[in-house]
């Protein structure tokens, strides 16, 4: 809990900081990375820095949280601190973060604080904001301790890649055992795994991708997709130099499994599972659990995509919902759809939707804004509204 007098500093000082705090963070990760190169080469992504969505999610971040420590609880909105928390220590976790690298980010983003805001800076701005971020922290170190006692396993072992399927042009599934061996954890269906990967330049960039197999599988599987450059955005450096440098024999380097877009108790729970493009990865996962699981509730299965060409593991992921007693599949493409699909985006307002429907998405984020705007007119709690966003979370970032 924020301290009265602090919960008063930062109600009174948050609109100025909140205005502030795109500058804040962009001159906080060049101080970061000015005085640890290292970071930048081997921690955080280059492509999501070059983009700039990183500051954006991080100033989303302290923003929302802030917000929410001196709310009253009754306007409180339903994604509460926990829930935001939980998903960025998933996160710290299959990057291997430590509790020290959070007095190196403190250091960083507070000068970068004073930098920005001068002389309105005073004592006790300082003090009370020192006390969101430690209360911030030292959530997530707790968090993060847990999950890494969880795992049980070092942060990075090596998996040797014993399969490579092409399943579009731009969509490449490896298999993947690990070299030692020795037994694996078992992952929860919707989880993904962290891939290091050295560059040509000598960097040792991290990405993680869904793992889009069954779980209990003996061979661990991950979709990746190629990220082509544009006008605004970098090429996705990693996903193209798997694409173009690992084949079969290649050995990998992975973390244990993290993420919170999981099925948690879902017996005789009727299920949406939205997605779009390559958000399929981790919906293909919880389908394969479902039917190895033989759930019987209903399961509404909805994914867009440009094609059906577009559209990876397609086979998987009607297979699987066709294995399941009640459920039904909504396909949308925007070119060359057939008669048991329909052409354009997807419009949720004639798929019925079962009461007391608990739903998971995962794609793009207009898509996943769409989507969770239609299940709640239709009468789904915003609570049992789930997500995954690839990448930095600016859907926090806009809210």
Known sequence: MLSEQSAATVRATLPAVGAAIGEITERFYAGLFAAHP????????????????????????IAAFATRLVQPAQDRPQDRPDAMLTRIAHKHASLGIAPEQYAVVHEHLFAAIADVLG???TPEVAAAWDEVYWLMANALIAIERRLYEESGGDAWREWEVVERVRETEDVVTFGLRPVDGAPVRDFRAGQYVSVRTHLPD??????????SGAPGAEVRRISVKRVPGGATTPEGEVSNHLHACVREGSVLELSEPYGDLVLADAVGTPLLLASAGIGVTPIVAMLAHLAATGHDAPVTVVHADRSPADHALRTDHQAYAAKLPDASVHLWYEREAPSHARTGLADLTDVPVAPGTRAYLCGPLPFMRAVRAQLIEKGVAPAD??????????????A
Not at 202 to 211: D, E, K, N, P, V
């Open 38 to 61: 290292d970071l930048l080469r081997d921690l955080f992504n280059r492509g999501n820095q070059a983009a700039g969505t990183q500051r954006q999610a991080l100033a989303g971040s």
């Open 119 to 121: 002389e309105a800076v």
């Open 202 to 211: 000598g960097a040792r960039q991290i990405r993680q991708y869904s793992l």
């Open 385 to 398: 509204v789930h997500y995954e966003v690839f990448g930095p979370d600016l859907w926090l970032a806009r």
